[in-house]
């Protein structure tokens, strides 16, 4: 199965900043990552996919960037909604695998 | 909209069956496009993709190796839901599950059930 190794794995941040966070992949994916957001107590939201294509409804804000087998969503200016658990998948070979996940917290 | 309605019991004995379903709305368990997932999450798998079902020229199913011999998903056309079972469940077994859409090209899971947290302990 493919590795999907997610860093870091907590970041602390405050509304307004720029935050990026990153998903290596254990082999070539060829750009095949999902991004997800997870709030506690609540089902992940699917953000992107491709790498680089934004969901449906999803604000401009996130975008997705790659480089290799390194891959990363940057938030361009934090929102108070912003904060939770960021996870990412490779749908590149079976089975999908997802990342530990990136906890962004306020500072 | 797509929408997804888990149902099925939150506690089950170890050594028996875990059984959930997926009921669809706003789409078909029957689409061409869409492949039909069961995931579950606990704090020490983190997110597990478990398996799928889909309809393409016949009906599909694929499973994680490491279920293949203890896990059943299954379309049920005349109520556009599916199912998941998982049989001789242990305590690792208690996760949250969801059922969840991966749709055309979007290589992700666009629709999330709610979860259903499953216990398993006697």
């Known amino acids: 199965d493919i590795q999907m190794t997610q860093s870091p794995s907590s970041l602390a941040a405050s509304v307004g900043d720029r935050v990026t966070m990153t998903c290596r992949a254990s082999q070539d994916i060829d750009d095949s990552v999902a991004w997800y957001q997870q709030k506690p107590g609540e089902v992940p939201k699917f953000l992107l996919y491709k790498a680089f294509r934004l969901e449906t409804g999803v604000p401009s804000r996130f975008s997705g960037g790659a480089s290799g087998t390194e891959y990363t969503l940057t938030i361009s200016s934090l929102q108070p909604e912003d904060f939770a658990t960021y996870y990412c998948?490779?749908?590149?070979?079976?089975?999908?695998?997802f990342g530990q996940g990136t906890k962004l917290e306020v500072k | 909209q797509v929408q997804l309605q888990q149902s099925g019991p939150r506690v089950v004995k170890p050594s028996q069956t875990l059984s959930l379903t997926c009921a669809i709305s706003g789409d078909s368990v029957s689409s061409q496009r869409a492949a039909w997932t069961w995931l579950r999450q606990s704090p020490s798998r983190g997110l597990e993709w478990l398996g799928r079902t889909y309809l393409r020229s016949k009906w599909y199913h694929d499973y994680a190796v490491s279920l293949k011999s203890r896990i059943t998903i299954d379309p049920d056309t005349s109520k556009n839901q599916f199912s998941l079972q998982l049989h001789s469940v242990t305590p690792d077994d208690t996760a949250v599950y969801y059922c969840?859409?991966?749709?055309?090209?979007?290589?992700?899971?666009?629709?999330w059930g709610q979860g259903t947290l499953v216990t398993v302990s006697s």
């Open positions: 998948q490779q749908y590149y070979s079976m089975p999908p695998t």
């Open positions: 969840a859409r991966k749709e055309g090209q979007k290589e992700g899971f666009d629709v």
